[in-house]
């Protein structure tokens, strides 16, 4: 049974940093690209960020770039996405999810901020920016 667990969120001032880690069970990890979404209430899931099978190719949202940085250890089957210059735009609920990668080439794009292409999902960690 696959199992994506979320952790690190919290409540923050804004210009904060938090470091929010993701630990999947169940599956071959380093067989999944990665992604991290986040939902604010009555606002649309969108993509913050994603990350390929081996880490070497990332993307980001527009509005976290130069900001969050996104990272992997396969050996730990751990997820993380560090965020910095935290702002109250940025609270919502941050989910990880698993992308099962079955393509030769090393990245995770195509499609990467639609939730459609992530075969499993964590329960979130709420993330709240304070002004």
């Known amino acids: 049974q696959v199992q994506v667990v979320e952790s690190g969120g919290g409540l923050v001032q804004a210009g904060g940093s938090l470091r929010l880690s993701c630990t999947a069970s169940g599956l071959t990890f380093d067989d999944h690209a990665m992604g991290w979404f986040r939902q604010a209430p009555g606002k649309q899931r969108e993509g913050v960020s994603c990350?390929?099978?081996?880490?070497?190719?990332?993307h980001y949202a527009d509005s976290v770039k130069g900001r969050f940085t996104i990272s992997r250890d396969n050996a730990k089957n751990t997820l993380y996405l560090q965020m910095n210059s935290l702002k109250p735009e940025d609270t919502a609920m941050y989910y990880c999810?698993?992308?099962?990668?079955?393509?030769?080439?090393?990245?995770?794009?195509?499609?990467?901020?639609?939730?459609?292409?992530?075969?499993?999902w964590g329960q979130g960690t709420q993330v709240t920016v304070s002004s």
């Open positions: 990350i390929s099978w081996s880490g070497g190719s990332t």
């Open positions: 999810a698993a992308r099962f990668w079955s393509d030769t080439y090393d990245h995770c794009s195509g499609s990467w901020s639609s939730i459609y292409e992530y075969n499993y």
